[in-house]
């Protein structure tokens, strides 16, 4: 059986497969609501038969969106159409995870194919927050410093997100470390120039992720398995590097945390990221050597090479982005270009099933 194949247990969660529908934003909420689109576009890819199917950043808060049409969670009224979603996952045999986020500085912008802008208060958008008063660039809106007491709010956010997230039939959070949002903001030194007991050291600029994690261990069950996204590197020099995520692995393993997503950049706006196939595979690598399950993520297209990633043991999970968009079924695809017949089908579909 090839390795992409090989089922993978994590607690009492039992992955299938080792293919992941990473998070990916679909812009296509309304008041942070789960629709139609959101069930045909997860579904479709349970479908397909990847093994974890993860939901796009959902935000713990409405402040915490990237644009006004964000996943949200922030209320009970936001659990049954997401249920229903998990329901139909699970019915596929594939496993339903949700990730929660808070998008600080890097929110109250329209949708990319409306430009990726600002949308100022008066027009219905929001002031944004960060550790530090630090824009992203100079299109975006400086934030608004939080205070420890906002601090403290939005990882009662995350507490809160985390006992819906149950609620509604989700058996893994991710929780979202990466990318420049606000987990990432406090971690990196490029933009958290706080002196208080939330920046200034590595272990203050962890502790706003700690105490999101050990809040969502309250909520979570413990045969769950708990994720965590981060950007291994900011691609900056004086910014957060491969050494502070090997460091971090260490941490957050003791604290709850199964397996690190291991992505990068997006911090600040002037990094220079030579972006190409495996580029971020030994950041997978190396923290994986840290004693902690690790997911690669980044320009992955083929079955061949997310074989090979885990042959090598350079990550035990493919997370899949941009190739699952253009073709939710690759995993069937996979499973054939790797001789590998045993993958079941929906019945549904079995006639076109090629054989040998």
């Given at each position: 059986?090839?390795?992409?194949?090989?089922p993978?247990?994590?607690?009492t969660?039992?992955?299938?497969?080792?293919?992941?529908?990473?998070?990916?934003?679909?812009y296509?909420?309304?008041?942070?609501?789960a629709?139609?689109?959101?069930?045909?576009?997860?579904?479709?890819?349970?479908?397909?038969?990847?093994?974890?199917?993860?939901?796009?950043?959902?935000?713990?808060s409405?402040?915490g969106r990237?644009?006004?049409?964000?996943?949200?969670?922030?209320n009970?009224?936001?659990?049954?159409?997401?249920?229903?979603?998990?329901?139909?996952?699970?019915?596929?045999?594939?496993?339903?995870?949700?990730?929660?986020?808070?998008?600080?500085?890097k929110?109250?912008?329209?949708?990319?194919?409306?430009?990726?802008?600002?949308?100022?208060?008066?027009?219905?958008?929001?002031?944004?927050?960060?550790?530090?008063?630090?824009?992203?660039?100079?299109e975006k809106?400086?934030?608004?410093?939080?205070?420890?007491?906002?601090i403290k709010?939005?990882?009662?956010?995350f507490?809160?997100a985390?006992k819906?997230?149950?609620a509604?039939?989700f058996?893994i959070?991710?929780?979202?470390?990466?990318h420049?949002?606000l987990?990432?903001?406090?971690?990196?030194?490029?933009?958290?120039?706080?002196?208080?007991?939330?920046?200034?050291?590595?272990?203050n600029?962890?502790?706003?992720l700690?105490?999101?994690?050990?809040?969502?261990?309250?909520?979570?069950?413990?045969?769950?398995?708990?994720?965590?996204?981060?950007?291994?590197?900011?691609?900056?020099?004086?910014?957060?590097?491969?050494?502070?995520?090997?460091?971090?692995a260490g941490?957050?393993?003791?604290?709850?945390?199964?397996?690190?997503?291991?992505?990068?950049?997006?911090?600040?706006?002037?990094?220079?990221?030579?972006?190409?196939?495996?580029?971020?595979?030994?950041?997978?690598?190396?923290?994986?050597?840290?004693?902690?399950?690790?997911?690669?993520?980044?320009?992955?297209?083929?079955?061949?090479?997310?074989e090979?990633?885990?042959?090598?043991?350079?990550?035990?999970?493919?997370f899949?982005?941009?190739?699952?968009?253009?073709?939710?079924?690759?995993p069937?695809?996979?499973?054939?270009?790797l001789?590998?017949?045993?993958?079941a089908?929906?019945?549904?579909?079995e006639r076109?099933?090629?054989?040998?």
């Amino acid at each position: 059986m090839p390795r992409l194949f090989t089922p993978l247990q994590i607690r009492t969660i039992t992955l299938k497969n080792r293919i992941v529908v990473s998070p990916m934003c679909q812009y296509s909420a309304k008041d942070g609501f789960a629709n139609d689109w959101h069930l045909v576009h997860l579904g479709s890819r349970a479908v397909g038969g990847a093994g974890l199917v993860f939901t796009e950043a959902t935000a713990v808060s409405p402040e915490g969106r990237i644009s006004p049409h964000d996943l949200g969670l922030w209320n009970d009224e936001q659990i049954e159409p997401l249920k229903r979603i998990t329901q139909f996952i699970e019915k596929q045999g594939g496993i339903p995870g949700i990730q929660l986020a808070h998008a600080g500085r890097k929110s109250s912008v329209t949708e990319p194919w409306n430009g990726d802008k600002l949308i100022p208060v008066s027009e219905g958008g929001w002031k944004t927050l960060a550790p530090s008063p630090i824009a992203f660039s100079d299109e975006k809106d400086t934030p608004l410093e939080l205070t420890i007491a906002e601090i403290k709010r939005i990882v009662a956010d995350f507490k809160a997100a985390a006992k819906r997230a149950l609620a509604a039939g989700f058996k893994i959070i991710e929780i979202h470390g990466a990318h420049g949002y606000l987990v990432n903001e406090f971690l990196s030194p490029l933009c958290n120039k706080r002196t208080d007991e939330y920046g200034g050291s590595f272990e203050n600029n962890t502790r706003f992720l700690l105490e999101i994690i050990e809040a969502i261990r309250s909520e979570w069950p413990v045969e769950y398995p708990l994720f965590l996204r981060i950007s291994a590197s900011d691609w900056v020099d004086g910014g957060w590097s491969l050494e502070d995520s090997v460091r971090l692995a260490g941490m957050v393993k003791n604290k709850g945390v199964d397996l690190i997503d291991c992505s990068s950049g997006g911090v600040v706006s002037y990094a220079k990221i030579n972006a190409k196939p495996n580029y971020q595979v030994p950041f997978a690598e190396a923290v994986r050597k840290a004693g902690i399950l690790t997911g690669a993520v980044g320009i992955i297209v083929s079955a061949e090479q997310a074989e090979e990633i885990l042959t090598n043991g350079q990550a035990d999970l493919i997370f899949m982005a941009r190739e699952l968009l253009r073709d939710p079924y690759f995993p069937l695809r996979a499973a054939r270009e790797l001789g590998y017949d045993e993958i079941a089908w929906p019945v549904q579909y079995e006639r076109a099933k090629r054989k040998k």
